[in-house]
């Protein structure tokens, strides 16, 4: 059975850092691909990216400049980096797993974030 | 960007009725297109995925077809953990994937 788990600061100041960690449970992060996809309260769902176990990213567009991701196979964990955030940032994040075909089989139980001084 | 659009945003049905949600792709997707449900508090669910493949372990009377630009979402007999919200995901595009805006099915 496949499990993601958010970690991460629950408040974050404006024009920091946003830093997430997602731990994958149940199956190598070697071998699927790794998004984060976040969802504003009372809004709907936005692709942040994805990255795989090799290094490679895509980014959305929007937030590209701001965005790093990376895996750590060593944990089986993968992480979000969101440079110069703002209040348009705040949200629940979740980290999910696909098969390389673009659609997401599993999910976290998201992390809400909320970017306030 | 591909934009997807949703139809209705929301709808009142009873137990029992055939609920049908639309999705419109502002460009052709193939059978590139998903759909999630998504309760309360909770992450969305994979409930079909190419447009017409039902994600193991999802009931049966769920389904979908549609394809190009056009999609649709049945519930073909509505349950009472069935009320949630609907989103469509394209995944036809790699620089980026977008979601519909959501449909929320209440009830009657």
């Known amino acids: 059975q496949v499990q993601l788990q958010e970690s991460g600061p629950g408040l974050v100041k404006p024009s920091e850092t946003l830093s997430l960690t997602c731990t994958v449970s149940?199956?190598?992060?070697?071998?699927?691909?790794w998004s984060w996809i976040r969802q504003p309260a009372g809004k709907g769902l936005e692709w942040v990216g994805r990255?795989?176990?090799?290094?490679?990213?895509n980014y959305n567009p929007s937030l590209k400049s701001r965005l790093t991701m990376s895996v750590d196979a060593s944990k089986n964990q993968f992480s979000l980096n969101l440079r110069s955030v703002n209040a348009a940032d705040t949200a629940t994040y979740y980290c999910?797993?696909?098969?390389?075909?673009?659609?997401?089989?599993?999910w976290g139980q998201g992390t809400l974030v909320t970017v306030s001084s | 960007d591909i934009q997807m659009t949703q139809s209705p945003s929301s709808l009142s049905a009873s137990v029992g009725d055939r609920v049908t949600i639309t999705c419109r792709a502002s460009?052709?997707?193939?059978?590139?297109l998903n759909w999630y449900q998504q309760k309360p508090g909770k992450a969305p669910k994979l409930l079909i995925y190419?447009?017409?493949s039902l994600q193991s372990g999802v009931p049966s009377r769920f389904s979908g077809s549609g394809s190009g630009t056009d999609f649709t979402l049945t519930i073909s007999s509505l349950q009472p953990e069935d009320f949630a919200t609907y989103y469509c995901?394209?995944?036809?595009?790699?620089?980026?994937?977008?979601f519909g805006q959501g449909t929320k099915v209440e009830i009657k």
């Open positions: 999910a797993r696909d098969d390389g075909s673009g659609w997401f089989l599993d």
């Open positions: 149940g199956v190598s992060i070697n071998t699927y691909y």
């Open positions: 990255v795989t176990a090799s290094g490679s990213t």
């Open positions: 460009q052709s997707l193939s059978n590139y």
């Open positions: 190419a447009a017409s």
């Open positions: 995901q394209q995944s036809y595009s790699t620089l980026t994937w977008t």
